[in-house]
Structure formats: structure tokens, C-alpha cells
């Protein structure tokens, strides 16, 4: 709509309230460059190591993090719908250990399901070596 075409559309209401919704700039997300840095040092996977430690530690549904990474890595692309019950729990509380992993740059979304990010799939390579 064009703005001549927006004031004749005020002008013509005689009633009612009208809201102005002001939008900032698009930024970049930072996640995005964090997932795509495939290559760790050892610094940054004893880093990841320990905040997954982190989150299993104070998980009410018992240590997740590596059950899940493992799950994603096995089944691209499948529903979350899915892939919970795969692990005993219910929708939103495993979108949510999805989040927490995609923040650290260990997965990214899908039109459907998730995968494996670089930076993941990096951190599992390092994982399936340690035992």
C-alpha cells in the first residue's frame, strides 16, 4: 500500500484505533557463522564438552544432550513430533533441548526436523573419538 493510499484509508474511519508498529533493522544471526565453523580446536570442544555436561546435570529428565545429538545425527530431516517420542519426551520440552543445542551451534532447523551443523557434526566426529 502506498502511503497516499494508507491517509485516504485513515481519513476515510471515522472510528476506531490505529497502531503504528515500528520495525528496527534485520540483523545477521549470529548462530548461523557459529554453526558453520567446522573446525575446533580442542580449547573449543573441552568448551562445548562442558556446557553439555552442564545441561544434563541440571536436566529434570536426566542427561539428554548426547541421546539427542545422536538422534539428529542418525534421522535428518525427521518431525520433531517424531524424534521425541524416540526419546521419552513430549513435544515442547524436546523443541526446547533443540534450542539449547542450536544456540551453541551444534544444529540447525530444517523445513522439517533438524540436522547436524558443521560445527556439530565437528563436535561428534571429536565425541566418537573419545568413546
Known sequence: MSREALLAELRARDEGKVYRIGLGALRVDPR???RQSASLSDTESDAIARRLRRLDERSPHGPWTRATLDLIRSRPGVRAGDLCRLVGLDLQPFKLNVRKLKTLGLTESLEVGYRLSP??????????REG
Open 119 to 128: 560445527r556439530g557434526t565437528s563436535f561428534m566426529r571429536v565425541c566418537d
Open 32 to 34: 548461523v557463522a557459529l
